[in-house]
Nanobody
Framework: QVQLVESGGGLVQPGGSLRLSCVASGSIFSIYAMGWYRQAPGKQRDLVARITSGGSTNYADSVKGRFTISRDNIKNTVYLQMNSLKPEDTAVYYC?????????????WGQGTQVTVSS
C-alpha cells in the first residue's frame, strides 16, 4: 500500500510558475513509476508527465518544454515544475504511483491539488 500526498497547488497568473510535490509513504518508493495527471471540470483525467523508476520521463505534448518532472528517492518525493503556465493548465492535479509485471499491477492515487491559472 502506498499513500500519496500532493501539495503546491494554488492560483497563479498566466506566465507564472508553480512546483507541485507529492510525498509517498508506505512502500518502497524507488521501485514505482510516478506520474502526474490532471483533470479539468467536465473532462477526463489525462497524463501530464511520468517518470520511471530508472528516471526516464515522458510528457504530454501540451506541456513539453514548460513542465519538468523529477524524483528524489531519498525524500520519497516526486515533483512537477510548471513554468509558463496557461489558463488551459487549470485543473486538479493528481499524483500517481504505478508498478506492474505480468502477474500483478499496483496503482495508487493522491487526493489531488487544485491549480488555477488566471489573471
Amino acid at each position: 500500500q502506498v499513500q500519496l500526498v500532493e501539495s503546491g497547488g494554488g492560483l497563479v497568473q498566466p506566465g507564472g510558475s508553480l512546483r507541485l510535490s507529492c510525498v509517498a509513504s508506505g512502500s518502497i518508493f524507488s521501485i514505482y513509476a510516478m506520474g502526474w495527471y490532471r483533470q479539468a471540470p467536465g473532462k477526463q483525467r489525462d497524463l501530464v508527465a511520468r517518470i520511471t523508476s530508472g528516471g526516464s520521463t515522458n510528457y504530454a505534448d501540451s506541456v513539453k518544454g514548460r513542465f519538468t518532472i523529477s524524483r528524489d528517492n531519498i525524500k520519497n518525493t516526486v515533483y512537477l515544475q510548471m513554468n509558463s503556465l496557461k489558463p488551459e493548465d487549470t485543473a486538479v492535479y493528481y499524483c500517481n504511483a504505478h508498478r506492474s509485471s505480468i502477474v500483478y499491477e499496483y496503482e495508487y492515487w493522491g487526493q489531488g491539488t487544485q491549480v488555477t491559472v488566471s489573471s
